[in-house]
């Protein structure tokens, strides 16, 4: 059974591998332009099996899980 420990250390590691992709996507796209449909393709399947999963679990167990989330204001650019 999980605990709330292994919960925030998952998603602190989903946090490092989304940046991650996200500067790899940044650095592919200015090498090689004609990738960018890719990128995106790859990006579209990730977001997207994240958030239907995300959604079609909150109505398998009658969870929001999305309830009480808000976002902080966006931190300054590194």
Known sequence: MADIEQLRQTL????????????????LRQEDPRLQQEIARYWEDALGTIWYYLK???????????????????RPAK
């Open 12 to 27: 602190e590691e989903l946090k490092q591998k989304a940046v991650q992709a996200v500067d790899m996507s940044v650095e």
């Open 56 to 74: 079609d679990r909150s109505k398998q167990t009658k969870q929001n899980l999305l309830a009480g989330i808000r976002f902080p204001p966006r």
